[in-house]
């Protein structure tokens, strides 16, 4: 085999992050109400400033593990006398303060909408760091338990979050382009379910191609669900009288942006990068192999049962699968292909062959081409 068989054959699997991959950023460590904060993270003096008037701020600790940031967990005393925590994330460069820009309006967006199922926002900005120019995100911080969302509040609480959200936005969306994982989605406003369906999955593989390089027929396999499967798959849900409303989804909701209070028992969702969508959006995330908790079909059985299913409804898993396509997309992107790609691509040929198939011969004379170009 050649070295590119080789690596074409072999998928890593993606495992989610245990350690921080950035780093602490160097600022001059900043002073609350002229005493010194303890920690292992120290804090910028912009970060002190905006937390609320009356604040007093005693330990600052590294805390959690992320991919892309760095983040920190600040112990505190309100302006009442109670103790408070707030949770600091940081990231560094253009793709840094895409991310946390996004992050903050995506996150005040959803708390705006449900408050009850969203750690609050307070700000996010720039540190005093000239090099590398780093950025930073301030909310509430809650503590988590390591058990499984109940699924019946967990779905409560996310179906009365869409429902609620049906109301804000007559197009499909959002104000800024929000990241999911490291990288921005292309989020700009469009009437068209359809169209802005094609306007991210365009966006996905282009970024795919342009971190990871070319892969098996990948692009060509893309193509053939844009021009041939999105036409009988997602057309119907706008057609004959059907309409889609645009709804408020996180936009990245797999395991690991769920969370139990370990305080209360209620359940939380982080990390979003949110857009108004076709809310099974949100729940085809679910789907994906690297979920070991939401994939369970007691969850989907109970968002559906609540928020139920759009017409036509025998074609849901198609839909799940192509809104699936994008999802594993993009994450191929942000983690250099690994098994997202491979389960992307799993599930093109699915719907392919089902809606679409190849000629004869056009998939192997086009991946010739593909493998001859690349010598």
Known sequence: MTDKEIK??????????????????????????????????????????????????????????????VTAKIAATSADGKPKFYFLKCAEGSQGKAMLHGEFNSMCELYETAPNLVPKPYTWGSLNVS??????????????????????????????????????????????????????????????????????????????TEINGPWKNLEQRIDRLITHVVPLVLEPLESDGRTVEPCLIHGDLWDGDIGTDSQTGEIYIFDASAHYAHYEMEIAMWRGKFNKVVN????????????????????????????????????????????????????????IEKHAPFPEGETEVDMEKTESDDG
């Open 296 to 351: 369970s079909e007691i969850y989907l059985n109970n968002y559906l049962s609540r928020m139920g299913v759009s017409e036509p409804k025998e074609q849901f898993d198609d839909r799940s699968r192509i809104y699936s396509v994008y999802h594993t997309l993009h994450e191929s992107a942000c983690h250099k292909g690994s098994s997202f790609r491979q389960e992307c691509y799993e599930n093109l040929n699915y719907l």
């Open 131 to 208: 090099n590398p120019h780093t950025w930073f995100f301030l909310s509430d911080f809650i503590e988590m338990t390591n058990q499984h969302p109940d699924p019946v509040q967990l779905c409560t609480k996310l179906v009365a979050m869409h429902q609620a959200s049906l109301s804000n936005s007559s197009m499909f969306g959002f104000y800024v382009n929000t990241c999911q994982g490291n990288l921005a989605q292309q989020t700009s406003w469009n009437y068209s379910w359809v169209d802005y369906y094609i306007q991210l999955l365009k966006g996905a593989i282009r970024l795919n």
């Open 8 to 69: 074409d054959t072999v998928t890593e699997i993606w495992t989610p992050p245990t350690f921080f991959a950035g780093k602490v950023p160097q600022v001059i460590p900043g002073r609350s109400n002229n005493q010194e904060i303890k920690g292992d993270f120290p804090l910028d003096q912009i970060v002190i400033d905006q937390l609320p008037p009356g604040t007093q701020v005693h330990s600052s600790d590294r805390y959690g593990a992320s991919a892309w940031t």
